[in-house]
């Protein structure tokens, strides 16, 4: 079977990659959409419900291996890369940041190398909010105008990655997008991550670790109004153009765990408060007028409807773990 796109996907098997391959999949069957995945903590084969769509391949490889991308793009010759891969988890980053080094950046600059060298008609990058870093409790929300200030090695690497992937665009001329979203949450995310883990901890009857007093501020988005957000960019965006995707929903972390509260039949002895992390940013926001301006894009889904889809698709999982 001839295909009209030749879409490579990294991260896959993660939390974002695979909603999107599990959305647009069906959606192109025109398109054939080759899954790039190293296969770590984060990844799961389970999360994918379109592993034997006709349109879709599984190749298993680290972006931090030029040699292993290489035969992948020499294999399929992909005209579109869109590049979920990551290591994400802040804390993570802060006791180990090596990883983040090789992964966000090493690993960026290596598609990079091989979609200029391949002559990909499109590269687009997933990034985060976090690179603008930390926000008063009165800011303006973040703008692509807003400078580059990262607080952590995560978001440090996730910036240098932005700046790579602009160096691209401007002295080799890859046609390239950079987006930046805030906080995801949805079906598939990895249970070491705040909404999930709560959850998980909760309907266990186990106690929630809250940095300080829970006061930081960020900005949620449901993952399927961000994947439908870059197919949109990848549709019409403007080549060279960075866009800001964010949820319309600022909610500090107490509010978020009260929620969780609610949801699980828990009271506020089930929060237990810890000494907060190194760096913490203290508040994140993100100004969504451009792209909905321009692409006509807003999100679909207020925080309690997805919420609720979040716990719905967490909890027969997690009553599954605890009787095994």
Not at 103 to 112: E, R
Not at 155 to 170: E, G, Q
Not at 286 to 308: M, S, V
């Amino acid at each position: 079977m001839t295909f009209e796109k030749q879409i490579l996907v990294t991260g896959g098997l993660g939390f974002i990659g695979s909603n999107y391959l599990n959305k647009f999949v069906p959606l192109y069957p025109d398109r054939l959409f080759i899954n790039i995945d190293a296969e770590t903590y984060a990844a799961d084969h389970d999360n994918l419900t379109i592993e034997n769509a006709p349109n879709y391949k599984f190749s298993k490889a680290d972006i931090r291996d030029l040699t292993s991308l290489r035969t992948a793009f020499e294999q399929y010759r992909p005209s579109v890369v869109l590049n979920f891969a990551a290591e994400t988890h802040v804390d993570k980053s802060i006791t180990g940041p090596a990883l983040f080094i090789e992964t966000n950046i090493l690993g960026t600059h290596n598609l990079l190398t091989l979609s200029s060298e391949f002559k990909s008609s499109r590269f687009h990058q997933v990034s985060t909010d976090e690179v603008y870093g930390s926000l008063g409790p009165d800011d303006s929300a973040f703008t692509t105008d807003s400078p580059l200030l990262p607080n952590s090695p995560y978001s440090a690497s996730k910036a240098s990655a932005d700046l790579l992937v602009r160096s691209y665009i401007k002295t080799f001329g890859l046609p390239a997008t950079i987006s930046r979203c805030s906080n995801n949450y949805g079906p598939n995310q990895d249970q070491t991550k705040l909404i999930p883990k709560f959850i998980s901890l909760l309907l266990a009857g186990a106690k929630v670790p809250l940095y300080a007093q829970g006061e930081n501020v960020r900005d949620w988005i449901f993952v399927e109004d961000h994947i439908d957000a870059i197919d949109l960019i990848l549709q019409k965006g403007e080549i060279g153009k960075t866009y800001n995707i964010g949820g319309d929903c600022e909610l500090k972390n107490i509010e978020i765990v009260k929620k969780l509260l609610a949801l699980t039949g828990r009271d506020e002895s089930f929060i237990e408060y810890v000494r907060d992390r190194p760096g913490h940013d203290f508040r994140y926001a993100i100004d969504n007028a451009e792209i909905g301006k321009e692409l006509d894009w807003k999100p679909k889904y207020n925080f309690e409807a997805g919420l609720a889809k979040t716990f719905e698709f967490y909890r027969p999982k997690i009553e599954g773990q605890k009787h095994q």
